[in-house]
């Protein structure tokens, strides 16, 4: 099983961008396809963002379509979340995770979890 590390996550003001990394070890993510997921305070964890094993498809949730883009580095192990234009309701902590399948919006589809960053947005 990978292990997962999140970072990059802060305290911004609206309409500002953040960066977040996801860095595995234990196994090579180029077996996964990679998954951003966040959850805001008394809400279910929805799904943002994914990439597909060789970073060739992506999808995205509506709610952050065109202002944000999910990438990939196999060779350095890497996943990241670039946001931009960010809105107080993107505020929540964010998780990366891994997945055995192509791609995939569904949480169940995830077998890997990192521990989550927080990242807060500002009004």
């Known amino acids: 099983q990978v292990q997962l590390v999140e970072s990059g996550g802060g305290l911004v003001r609206a309409g500002s961008s953040l960066s977040l990394s996801c860095a595995a070890s234990?196994?090579?993510?180029?077996?996964?396809?990679m998954g951003w997921f966040r959850q805001a305070p008394g809400k279910e964890r929805e799904f943002v963002a994914a990439?597909?094993?060789?970073?060739?498809?992506?999808m995205y949730a509506d709610s952050v379509k065109g202002r944000f883009t999910i990438s990939r580095d196999n060779a350095k192990n890497t996943a990241s979340l670039q946001m931009n234009s960010l809105k107080p309701e993107d505020t929540a902590v964010y998780y990366c995770?891994?997945?055995?399948?192509?791609?995939?919006?569904?949480?169940?589809?995830?077998?890997?979890w990192g521990q989550g960053t927080q990242v807060t947005i500002s009004s």
């Open positions: 990439i597909a094993w060789s970073g060739g498809a992506t």
């Open positions: 234990g196994r090579t993510l180029s077996s996964y396809s």
């Open positions: 995770a891994a997945s055995p399948d192509y791609i995939s919006r569904l949480r169940l589809s995830y077998t890997s």
